[in-house]
T-cell receptor, first 115, second 114 residues
């Protein structure tokens, strides 16, 4: 069964550094998402991406965050200048259809630790 | 706005006993509802989903959930727990009218006691 993959599985960085989290979506999916989960808290929506542009974003997704599909396969989340509070598990998800009914398929996550 | 409440961050059951994981939602419109399971060091795997068809939904691994509009609930059940069911379970809701984002509960960690 096709899977969403994410790299790295764990990223440790110093505060103020840039990080790029990578996701390889399921090949025929058109919609891409990033979520995050701070330890002990809810999984929170960050951003959705379709047709090479952001379709929705949450309040969390401020100017420090950006997403792109640089080569038509990988889907990346960049955090420009990491803060301690960015430490969380980041999940990529992909789906085929719009409107919310479609299942979102999640990757295993990248654990980001900001020191 | 959508939201989900999962009562009980930790649930323990004996092997062979009934599993009941609670999920209540808040939505201004009939929502779509999902249960995901997360095994250690793995991604979120879909167990089942409700998208306005039958209110009793059957999923993988013997799990099922019933959508009860009057109670705004979508509780997950399994008649007989297996050791392999030990995992983290997440309930999620989406609004079919406003977009694709999912709103998750805080999760329930299920322990199965042999």
């Amino acid at each position: 069964e096709p899977e969403v993959t994410q790299t790295p599985s764990h990223q440790v960085t110093q505060m103020g550094q840039e990080v790029i989290l990578r996701c390889v979506p399921i090949s025929n999916h058109l919609y891409f998402y990033w979520y995050r989960q701070i330890l002990g808290q809810k999984v929170e929506f960050l951003v959705s991406f379709y047709n090479n542009e952001i379709s929705e974003k949450s309040e969390i997704f401020d100017d420090q965050f950006s997403v792109e599909r640089p080569d038509g396969s990988n889907f990346t989340l960049k955090i420009r200048s990491t803060k301690l509070e960015d430490s969380a598990m980041y999940f990529c998800a992909t789906g085929g259809l719009a409107g919310g009914a479609d299942t979102q398929y999640f990757g295993p996550g990248t654990r980001l630790t900001v020191l | 706005a959508q939201s989900v409440t999962q009562l009980g961050s930790h649930v323990s059951v004996s092997e062979g006993a009934l599993v009941l994981l609670r999920c209540n939602y808040s939505s201004s419109v009939p929502p779509y509802l999902f249960w995901y399971v997360q095994y250690p060091n793995q991604g979120l795997q879909l167990l089942l989903k409700y998208t306005s068809a039958a209110t009793l939904v059957k999923g993988i691994n013997g799990f099922e959930a019933e959508f009860k509009k009057s109670e705004t609930s979508f509780h997950l059940t399994k008649p007989s727990a297996h050791m392999s069911d030990a995992a983290e379970y997440f309930c999620a809701v989406s609004d079919p009218n406003t977009g694709n984002q999912f709103y998750f509960g805080t999760g329930t960690s299920l322990t199965v006691i042999p």
